[in-house]
């Protein structure tokens, strides 16, 4: 298999198989993420895919499931990657479910009708980095887009019929703007309609601009309580009828399905931990941490 960086992907899928298409990230420029820093954006190249491909086939030829790699792979156009999704399912034939992790940007050059044919090819959901719904704290952490352009292009894959999870990044507004981060953000999500809400807490990694700009005093992160609260903020304003899956900030367990069925519960849970969790414990899980 060719695997050419630090692999990454959603453990929340089926992990196996694996399958590189890209390399890097088309972005790379958000100011709180590491993860593919010193790796240039390219293709893979079309005869390493298709090697890929056939060892899968001999090693796993029922295989159902495949999670696409890396960083954004449908940032390729629908012409590079019709081509590459017909390959799957022909080494592949009894391919149902095809994942990846992507950005917003990445649907916005392709129409609705290359989103529904991208469906029909295994592209059944897929995980979008939103990170906030407030334009103040996307331009603040350089995503590339604003608000509007999250709904634009989640109303588009609904209309695919493309399942999608949108998350939400607990802290990575500072102190300055933790309110209407986490009001705003699910201002923006209440509208659109993801299968799952994921939330993950921020952490300044070495090497970050964020963390160069909380050492010269320009950003000033959040308390693990203060994380706590805007986690609380956020959950109290969100009615997406979703599953919810958080980590990073609590110690305890919110994750799983219905959670507008579960969100009293999930907001007495975060009161307590408020009130009564180890805040200690929380910040040394934090500076542990090595990646997202």
Sequence with gaps: M?????????????????????????????????????????????????EDL?????????AETIQLLSANPLALSYDKLEPILKMINNYLPKMKYIYASTRVTDIKNKTVEQLKKLKELGIREISL????????????????????????QCHKLEQAGIEYWMTFLNGVAGREHSHEHAVNSAKIFNQCKPMLVGTGGLTLFPGTPLVEEARRGEFTPLSEKEMLIELKTFLENLTCDCALNTHHTSSINLTGPNFLARKNNIISALDNEIKHGDMDRLAFIRRTKRTL
């Design 54 to 62: 056939k060892e899968l086939s001999q090693i796993v030829p029922e």
């Design 2 to 50: 060719h695997f050419t960086d630090t692999v990454y992907r959603n453990p929340y899928w089926p992990t196996f198989p694996l399958l590189q298409i890209t390399q890097g990230c088309t972005h790379n420029a958000c100011k709180f993420c590491t993860m593919y820093r010193n790796v240039d954006f390219k293709v893979q190249p079309i005869e390493w895919i298709e």
């Design 129 to 152: 980095g939103v990170e906030s719904g407030d334009d103040w704290t996307l331009d603040r952490i350089n995503k590339g887009y604003h608000a509007d352009d999250i709904l634009e």
